[in-house]
Every structure is written in structure tokens, then in C-alpha cells.
């Protein structure tokens, strides 16, 4: 995507006002031209949330323009608003011209995020916009970040017949060679045969072989954190074959795999102080006929036997034996990202991802974080009691248990057993998709959670 950002400042840049239905009166006195007052009343320009009005000057020109905002006092004032502006003005170079400090970072973010457009198939419309910066925001970090967004958001919109397993590899390897990363990935028969028995039972029904992508990049002194990301490429459920309506969306399952990489750009792109590994499982979950089956047993990376009480709960088994090789390594933070329940989604809705751990120092710093830049997150527990309905007559563990309570939650307990030696383990249950476009986040492919994770990341480490 190109830079919605101009890299010097330019003088003659329009200046975008921001007002609120409590400000607009003494903004509208305030303006230069009486003439522009009166084009504001004769437009009926009051301020709404998102309205829009370009005021001209006298040679025709735009003078400034006047965005709605929410009020101070409303009950949600949504800090991406700005993301509307791109889709909304002609083409030029602009600025902010009253925004607050405090609110500066995010709304310039906005910008940026509003300038996506998905263009791998037909020529966008894409604005022929761009901002100058408002002084004391980070530029190059908000410039990785909207990058980083825009590569997952790129990488879930994409369909399943390009975006397999082999081209989810290219583009992780296209990532880590950008940073200097040293890459390999284990494919195909190559897992069983190095162990990681769930990745390959998962994907081993797909013409599109398995495989496992491991990338490391910075100092081996650094702190050792890893991430893994869920990367089922398409899902149908296996034998348990799901419904069409539920696989329709099914292309957004390497949703997790996308926003580790995403998180990974942020972070080798800050160069934080940090041992990065970054390990994807990429599978597709297929139907034929050596797919894997409902009471299958297979014995793990970790040793544990794994009783499949349903080929549809295959994202927790991917994860399991790359969790398993992760805390081989005793990192200083374990991060595991997936779009894994449903059940996750009925308690919270498509926007508000739920997170799990055992650190409430962690926890409590994560959410500070996930406030500060409006990427929301919610935790939820790991109820102990819970952790009895995984067990198996005949295995260590099953991986769905019946009854269907607390389908999140239970899958984070699952995730939880192959994870002893981490000295904090992180898991997030994210959608990975917009289902309504919202100011800044077009429909579809979203990243989520990576943004405060960066941040968390960069206060421990930056």
C-alpha cells in the first residue's frame, strides 16, 4: 500500500478541522470567511459523527474541511472516526488541524487504516490522498504498523485456491528475509518424521501438504519470546464436515498465522530487543479418504495421547505440536494467536477477541495496552474446574468435549496442557474479520490483538 503520509511537511496542506455538535457553534464563528459560515448553514452541516463538508475559498478551492466527531460526553467515541476521511475527500495533501495530543497517535493510525484497499483481483479505487503528520507522533511507527495491518488484512482476504499452505510459507519467508531472519520450514511426510504428529494428521487428506514455518530473528542474548499462529488455511471441518453456511468464511481460518506475522513485522521493524521465533503450522483440514477421524488417537509432540472427539476442533491440534516445540526452548513470553471457537465469538462478538493467562501481571499490563491503542481485548479464565471435561476413557486428553459449555474456554485448557516450561504463556481467540465496515477497518480480513501486543512487547522490551 502506498504511504498515506507526506514526508515533509507541506505548507499548502488543507486543513482538516475536527468538531463536535457541542463545538461547532464556536468552531463556525471562528472560521475566516463569513461566506463559509454561510455555506456550512446552507449545506445543514451540524457536526454529526463522520459528516463531512469541504469549505471553499474564494478562488474555488478547498479552504478547509470541517469532520464530525463524537461528543465528549458520548457514551462511545470511537478514536478511528479519522479512518473515514481517505474514503471521503478529493484528492490532495492534507492536515490535522485541532487534533488533540492525546488522541493524535490513533487518528493518524486512522488515516493510514482508511487508505486500505484489497486489489489483488481487480484495480481499487484507492485515495489519492495523504496527511501530513501532526508533530510529536511517531511516524516510521505508524507507518510499520499500518504496513503490518495492511499485510494481514492482505493475507486473510486472499481465498484459499492462493493463500495454501506452500504460499502461506512464500509469504513468511518473503517477511523474514526483509528482516535478515534466519527461515526453514519442516513439509509434508518431514513432520512425522521429526514429530509433529497433529500437523501432519490435520493436514495429511489435502493435495496441499502440510508443513510447519519456523523463523528466528535478533540477538540470542535478547529475551526469548515466540509467537505461534494458527494457519488452517481452509477449513471444512474434516469428516465433521461443516455446513456450507459456516465454511463460507473458512478462507479467514489462517487468521492467526496473519497477525503473527503482522506482530513479527512490528516488532523486527522496531527492533526491539528481543530473540524472536515465529512458528506457523499450515494445514489445510480436508475430506478424503485418508482423512483423519472422529476417535482417532495420536500421541503428540509432548508425548500426550490426543483422542479426537471432533475433526472440526483441528486449530487447538495444529497449535498443540507447535506449542509443544516452543516450550522446548523456555521462552520469556509464549504468544499463541488463532481464530479458534465460535463459542468465543457468541460471548463476545466478532470485535472483542478473549485472551487467557495464568500472569495477572501479564494480563493487567495487556489490557492497558489493548485500551491505549483501541485494539480491544478481554480476559477470560482458565476455570480449573473445566479442565476434567477433556479427559479421555482411552487417551490422555480429548480434544472437544461434549456438551458444548464454554467451547473458548476449554480450548485454552487444552492448549494450556502442552505449555509447562514458558515463564508466561499468552493465548488469544480472535475473528480475524470485520463483518461491517467501521470507520478505519473495511469489511473483511482484520488484524487484531497485534497491535497491543506490539505495544506490551515494546514497553518490556523497547
Known amino acids: ?44 452541516f451540524a457536526a454529526k459523527p463522520g459528516a463531512y463538508l469541504a469549505l471553499p475559498a474564494a478562488d474555488g478551492e478547498i479552504a478547509q474541511v470541517v469532520f464530525g466527531l463524537e461528543d465528549e460526553a458520548a457514551k462511545f467515541r470511537d478514536p478511528f472516526r479519522p479512518g473515514q476521511l481517505p474514503g471521503l475527500l478529493p484528492p490532495g495533501i492534507y492536515r490535522f488541524a485541532n487534533v488533540a495530543a492525546d488522541r493524535a497517535h490513533l487518528a493518524t493510525l486512522a488515516f493510514a487504516l482508511g487508505c486500505y484497499r484489497f486489489g489483488r ?11 501530513v503528520p501532526p508533530g510529536g507522533v511517531d511516524v516510521a511507527e505508524i ?143 480436508a475430506v478424503a479418504g485418508n482423512a483423519f477421524r472422529p476417535l482417532d488417537i495420536f500421541t503428540s509432540r509432548k508425548g500426550l495421547t490426543v483422542e479426537i472427539g471432533n475433526t472440526d476442533a483441528e486449530g487447538r491440534l495444529v497449535l498443540a505440536d507447535a506449542l509443544a516445540l516452543a516450550d522446548e526452548e523456555k521462552p520469556d513470553l509464549l504468544i499463541d494467536l488463532g481464530t479458534l471457537t465460535g463459542a468465543a465469538r457468541v460471548a463476545l462478538g466478532p470485535d472483542l477477541p478473549p485472551f487467557y493467562t495464568e500472569d495477572d501481571t ?18 477470560l479464565p482458565l476455570w480449573p474446574p473445566y479442565d476434567s471435561w477433556l479427559d479421555s476413557k482411552v487417551a490422555h486428553i480429548n480434544n472437544a468435549p461434549s456438551g458444548g459449555f464454554a467451547g473458548s474456554i476449554t480450548c485454552a485448557l487444552f492448549l494450556q496442557r502442552f ?12 475473528y480475524g474479520w470485520t463483518p461491517t465496515a467501521k470507520p478505519g477497518r473495511p469489511e473483511g480480513g482484520e488484524c487484531q490483538a497485534a497491535r497491543a501486543i506490539y505495544r506490551l512487547l515494546s514497553n518490556r522490551y523497547g
Open 1 to 44: 500500500m502506498p504511504s498515506a503520509f507526506e514526508t515533509a511537511p507541506a505548507t499548502s496542506a488543507i486543513p482538516i478541522t475536527f468538531a463536535t455538535k457541542a463545538t461547532w457553534e464556536a468552531i463556525s464563528a471562528g472560521l475566516p470567511e463569513p461566506s463559509s459560515r454561510q455555506f456550512a448553514r446552507a449545506n445543514g
Open 419 to 430: 505449555v509447562e516450561a514458558a515463564k508466561s504463556w499468552l493465548h488469544v481467540d480472535i
Open 121 to 131: 483481483y481487480r484495480k481499487p479505487e484507492s485515495p489519492e490522498v495523504s496527511l
Open 143 to 285: 507507518t510499520e504498523m499500518a504496513d503490518a495491518v495492511t499485510l494481514a488484512r492482505d493475507l486473510i482476504n486472499t481465498p484459499s485456491n492462493d493463500m495454501g499452505p506452500e504460499e502461506l510459507a512464500e509469504a513468511a519467508q518473503a517477511l523474514a528475509k526483509r528482516f535478515d531472519a534466519s527461515f526453514s520450514c519442516v513439509v509434508g511426510e518431514d513432520l512425522t518424521r521429526q514429530n509433529f504428529p497433529l500437523i501432519h494428521a490435520v493436514g495429511m487428506a489435502s493435495a496441499r501438504v502440510p508443513r510447519l514455518i519456523d523463523f528466528t530473528w535478533g540477538d540470542p542474548s535478547h529475551p526469548k519470546v515466540t509467537l505461534v499462529g494458527k494457519g488452517v488455511c481452509f477449513d471444512t471441518g474434516g469428516l465433521d464436515l461443516k455446513p456450507s453456511g459456516s465454511m463460507l468464511l473458512m478462507k479467514k481460518d489462517m487468521g492467526g498465522a496473519a497477525n503473527v506475522l503482522a506482530l513479527a513485522q512490528m516488532v523486527m521493524g522496531a527492533r526491539l530487543k528481543v530473540r524472536l521465533r515465529v512458528l506457523i503450522p499450515a494445514v489445510e483440514n
Open 362 to 379: 501479564l494480563a493487567e499490563a495487556l489490557s492497558a495496552c489493548a485500551k491505549q491503542e483501541h485494539d480491544p481485548l478481554w480476559r
